[in-house]
C-alpha cells in the first residue's frame, strides 16, 4: 500500500534561512508525488508535482523538490525563507493505479521568525 | 473564475441532528472530491466522483455518510445522525482530469457537533 511519511509535524526557520521539508514515500510502483500548501484558515493549493519527467521539480513561490528514487524521498526546499512562507505543508502519493486517489502526510508546519 | 465554493463556513449542531455540507465545483471540472482533516488523522479523501458518479467511496467512514452529485455544479455531503466525532474541518475540491491534477479546494466548512 502506498503512503507518505513527513518527518517532523513542526520546523522553524528564521527568515532568510533555507527551508527544508522532508517526504518520503512508499509505493509499490513509481509513483506521482505532490507538495500542497495550506495558509491559515484556507483550502489547500498545489505547490508542485512530480509525474516522472524531470527529477528536480519547481513550484510557485520559490519552492522546489527532487525526487530521489534510490532514497525514497521527495523532500521540499527553498532557498530563502519569507514571512509569508508560514503555512502547513502536505506531501501527498498517488502511485497513479485502481482509482488514482492521492494519499496524504500528516503535514509540517512551517514557522517563519524575523 | 470563482474558485471552488463551500456553504456554509461554519456549522454548529447537536448530537444526533441532520447535517448537510454542499459544494460547487469549478465549472469545467469533471471531478469533484470531499475530504476531511481532523487534528488526530490529518487530511482523508472521503469519497471522489467522475461526471457526477462516485468512483472512490472507500473512505466513508460508516452508513451515516451519504454524498450526492446530482448534477455537474452541485454536491451534498450528508451526515444523520451527527456525532461529535465527525467535528472537523470538511473540504470539496474540484479538478478537470483526475486526483493527480491538480486539485483546487474549497475554503472549507468547519463542523462543529455538542
Known amino acids: 500500500a502506498q503512503s507518505v511519511t513527513q518527518l517532523g509535524s513542526h520546523v522553524s526557520v528564521s527568515e532568510g534561512a533555507l527551508v527544508l521539508l522532508r517526504c518520503n514515500y512508499s509505493?509499490?510502483?513509481?509513483?506521482?508525488l505532490f507538495w500542497y500548501v495550506q495558509y491559515p484558515n484556507q483550502g489547500l493549493q498545489l505547490l508542485l508535482k512530480?509525474?516522472?519527467?524531470?527529477?528536480l521539480v519547481k513550484g510557485i513561490n520559490g519552492f522546489e523538490a527532487e525526487f530521489k528514487k534510490s532514497e525514497t524521498s521527495f523532500h521540499l526546499t527553498k532557498p530563502s525563507a519569507h514571512m509569508s512562507d508560514a503555512a502547513e505543508y502536505f506531501c501527498?502519493?498517488?502511485?497513479?493505479?485502481?482509482?488514482?486517489?492521492?494519499?496524504f502526510g500528516t503535514g509540517t508546519r512551517l514557522q517563519v521568525f524575523p | 473564475d470563482a474558485g471552488v465554493i463551500q456553504s456554509p463556513r461554519h456549522e454548529v449542531t447537536e448530537m444526533g441532528q441532520e447535517v448537510t455540507l454542499r459544494c460547487k465545483p469549478i465549472?469545467?471540472?469533471?471531478?469533484l472530491f470531499w475530504y476531511r482533516q481532523t487534528m488526530m488523522r490529518g487530511l482523508e479523501l472521503l469519497i471522489y466522483f467522475n461526471n457526477n458518479v462516485p468512483i472512490d467511496d472507500s473512505g466513508m467512514p460508516e452508513d451515516r455518510f451519504s454524498a450526492k452529485m446530482p448534477n455537474a455544479s452541485f454536491s451534498t455531503l450528508k451526515i444523520q445522525p451527527s456525532e461529535p466525532r465527525d467535528s472537523a474541518v470538511y473540504f470539496c475540491?474540484?479538478?478537470?482530469?483526475?486526483?493527480?491534477?491538480?486539485?483546487?479546494f474549497g475554503p472549507g466548512t468547519r463542523l462543529t457537533v455538542l
Open positions: 475540491a474540484s479538478s478537470k482530469k483526475g486526483p493527480t491534477d491538480t486539485q483546487y
Open positions: 465549472s469545467g471540472h469533471d471531478y
Open positions: 501527498a502519493v498517488s502511485d497513479h493505479t485502481d482509482t488514482d486517489k492521492l494519499i
Open positions: 509505493s509499490s510502483v513509481p509513483p506521482y
Open positions: 512530480y509525474t516522472s519527467a524531470a527529477t
